[in-house]
């Protein structure tokens, strides 16, 4: 028995070397993605001999289409040779997170950037200058797919530290791993939302004017308007819309999810934005008519009510406490 568990505990080690590993050629390959990008694309948007094939739009637009990504490749670049201390003791290796979670934040704010960069590579992607610098590169893939490497980045890190929680119950380092697989789901929440922000269609605003965005999900909404006709009222008790909600710290968004195209699991959905409340103008009453998985949002005096109903008693729950909070922290600053 003595010589199974023995055994067990080798092989355990032998998978986490194995993870380790792959965690390292991939922060290698990554970080020299990054570079790619920055020299190839970044840098030669202010190449004299290229500025001819840059379209009007694309002009002094390169921290918008790129974001905080010379940040990323720099912070990764010393990250890469931390992590390669722990190529011996895998295990540990949450600790290395651990120190640098304050600094993977960066991420929050290279997803928060997205939505204008993907905008403009929308308008842009077409362009001569763009097809210039990949044949130059020699990529078989577009600037878009490398701009997405930090979202996957941050994926891949939940994965890695998943696997190598797995191989090690009970040995030193495995909370540190927990604690840190823990962090990296906040952060990819964050950049989850944000991935569904880039997709809304139709608001005129800005985006990132609203404040961070906390929470988003899909529910079904009835309206009750105490003006207009009272028939608008009678036919909006019985049929809900269904509405995907975006909270922010400033605004609550109502958008239509719209049919989703692509193949498989790459399918992006996409919202129609439909109106906007102020959380400033926002009331909230916890529970609506008798059902524990509804919610209303009102405002202008409950002249304008939303009953808003979760798939969840949990998802209402969650929603409520983080409306709350928003309009906790509004009266603090007050």
Known sequence: SRHASLSEEEENLAVLRHVMNELLETERVYVEELLCVLQGYASEMDNPGMSHLIPPSLNNKKEVLFGNMPEIYHFHKTFLRELEQYTDCPELVGRCFLQRMTDLQI????????????????????????HECQKKLEHKLGLDSYLLKPVQRI???????????????????????????????????????????????????????????????????????????????DLARFKPMQRHIFLHEKALLFCKKREENGEGYEKAPSYSFK??????????????????????????????????????????????????????TQLEAC
């Not at 991420?107 to 200058?129: G, I, M, T, V």
């Not at 191989?167 to 789901?185: C, F, K, M, N, P």
């Not at 950049?191 to 809304?200: E, G, K, P, Q, R």
């Not at 405002?299 to 309009?327: F, G, H």
């Open 107 to 130: 991420y929050e704010k290279y997803c928060h950037n997205k939505p204008r960069s993907e905008s403009l590579w929308r308008q842009c992607s077409d362009c001569a200058f763009f």
């Open 155 to 233: 994926t891949k890190y939940q994965l890695l530290l998943k696997e190598m929680l797995k191989y090690s119950r009970g040995r030193e380092g495995a909370d540190d791993l927990q604690e840190a697989l823990t962090s990296i789901v906040g952060i990819l929440k964050a950049v989850n939302d944000s991935m569904h922000l880039i997709a809304i269609t139709g608001y005129e605003g800005n985006l990132s004017e609203l404040g961070k965005l906390l929470m988003q999900g899909s529910f079904s909404v009835w309206t009750e308007h105490k003006k207009g006709h009272a028939k608008v009222k």
């Open 275 to 328: 109106q906007s409340l102020s959380m400033s103008a926002v009331g909230i009453t916890e529970n609506a008519k008798g059902d524990n998985k509804k919610f209303e949002i009102w405002c202008n005096s409950r002249e304008e009510v939303y009953i808003v109903q979760a798939p969840t008693a949990d998802m209402k729950t969650t929603w409520v406490n983080e409306i709350r909070k928003v309009l906790t």
